[in-house]
């Protein structure tokens, strides 16, 4: 399970000065749920996601990771957190295999385990075509692949995706969208963040708009028709964030 409890987060910047990148935010998700963080760029989005895998300490508010607090107990969060970040890197001299048993074993995993786990993500994300090519030579969707499975290979309880389908072709980010989902229907806790709005219409169980570090609407898909008046996920976006000038005004910042 997720508890985030009125996380905020601030930066000094040069030239912008004091940031409020992340404002008071709290919400929950359960074991077998997606909760979808939507919101437009520099929305929050990241800086939620950083906090909640210890990447990043909170300015102020808390949050408790798989039973654990991430201020008090941040190694144990992380050995039950999986975090896909858009920045997630990979070496381009080792193959997808040794790519990911190496993580493997930086998670404490002895070698059986290793061997049979990369089998299970292999099948699950169609990667036994290039498990052992170098990774310097793949394409944008194989790198994606490659990067979900060194994220999961210790099988976390609390899976964390950020854009986890930015820039991949249709077919490639369908597959990834079927993986989450089967990870959901295995009792995993799943985050996941976008701008794209027919992902969270599909996908999520929960869906938090969150606008300028703010959470502005919650809800299921069916909750937040109901209170927008809307069935389109984009204009109940543009809604709960202040209608179109106030998203554009966001984007310009
Ligand atoms: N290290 C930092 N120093 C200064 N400002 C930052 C820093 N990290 C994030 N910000 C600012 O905080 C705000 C939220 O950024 P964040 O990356 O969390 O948004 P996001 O929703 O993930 O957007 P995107 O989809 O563009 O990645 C933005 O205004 C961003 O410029």
Same mark, same amino acid.
């Given at each position: 399970m997720i508890e985030a409890r009125q996380l905020t987060k601030t930066f000094k910047d040069k +030239?912008?000065?004091?940031?409020?990148?992340?404002?008071?935010v709290s919400f929950t998700c359960q074991p077998g749920r997606i909760y979808g963080l939507l919101g437009a760029n520099g929305a929050g989005k990241t800086t939620t996601l950083r906090m909640l895998a210890t990447l990043l300490k909170p300015t102020s508010g808390a949050c408790t990771v798989a039973g654990h607090d991430t201020a008090t107990a941040p190694e144990k969060v992380r050995a039950n957190v999986g975090f896909l970040a858009a920045?997630?890197?990979?070496?381009?001299?080792?193959s997808a295999r040794e790519m990911i048993a190496y993580f493997g074993r930086l998670n404490g995993m002895d070698e059986p385990a290793i061997v049979a786990r990369i089998r299970v993500l292999a099948d699950e994300l169609g990667m036994h075509d290039f498990l052992?090519?170098?990774?310097? +030579?793949?394409s944008t969707g194989m790198k994606q692949k490659t990067s979900i499975a060194r994220t999961l290979i210790h099988d976390p309880a609390v899976m964390i995706f950020d854009e986890?389908?930015?820039?991949?072709?249709v077919m490639t980010a369908r597959a990834i969208v079927k993986f989450v989902r089967q990870c959901r229907d295995r009792g995993k806790t799943v985050i996941y963040s976008t701008h794209v709005m027919s992902v969270v219409e599909k996908l999520c169980d929960t869906i938090g708009i969150i606008h300028g570090g703010k959470l502005v609407a919650e809800g299921t898909l069916a909750e937040l028709q109901t209170r927008f008046g809307e069935r389109d996920m984009e204009e109940i976006f543009v809604q709960a964030v202040g209608g179109e000038a106030a998203l554009a005004a966001a984007l310009k910042d």
């Open positions: +030239k912008r000065g004091l940031i409020t990148a992340v404002g008071d920045s997630t890197a990979l070496y381009g001299r080792l052992d090519r170098r990774c310097d +030579k793949f986890p389908t930015l820039g991949l072709d």
